[in-house]
């Protein structure tokens, strides 16, 4: 399950309309199911050299494939048909973990809070929580 998009070299994902970049990546973004596709797009444009063709994977940006999935996404993991993060909900806010399953498009978010992205990460890092 991937995408590709169109990705200014400045940052941001080329809209809809083949002018303006979108700083988040969303709905409204040109979107290709093939690299060549998005290749056709990009060879038509004016400023080609300044926009790169990027692979969207839920690995790599699972806000996308998962739209109940809020907050900041610190790190990603795939483990068992699952796509694990570190989440933290709002900016300041303690950090979460949340299991996101890439066949139902759930998302759960673990009712354990973490003071730092650090022990976040180190319960992340060794799955030692309950992934149903």
């Known amino acids: ?9 400045a940052g941001g994902f080329l809209d809809e309309d083949l002018k303006h970049f979108n700083k ?8 290709c199911e093939s690299m060549e596709d998005a290749q056709l797009i990009l060879d038509s444009l004016d400023r080609s ?13 699972p806000k996308y494939f ?4 809020q907050g900041i996404i610190h790190a990603t993991r795939e483990y068992d048909g699952k796509i ?3 989440v933290e909900p709002q900016m300041g806010e ?13 998302v759960k ?24």
């Open 49 to 61: 050299e300044q926009i790169k063709i990027v692979e969207i994977t839920p690995l790599s940006y």
């Open 94 to 106: 303690n950090f979460r973990i949340a299991i996101c399953d890439l066949q139902t498009k759930n």
């Open 24 to 31: 988040v990546f969303d709905d409204w973004c040109v979107q």
């Open 109 to 132: 978010v673990l009712k354990t809070r973490y003071k730092s992205a650090l022990s976040a990460e180190g319960a992340f890092a060794n799955l030692t929580f309950d992934l149903r």
């Open 84 to 86: 694990i993060c570190v």
């Open 1 to 9: 399950m991937k995408i590709f998009a169109l990705q200014s070299l």
């Open 66 to 69: 998962f739209s109940k999935l």
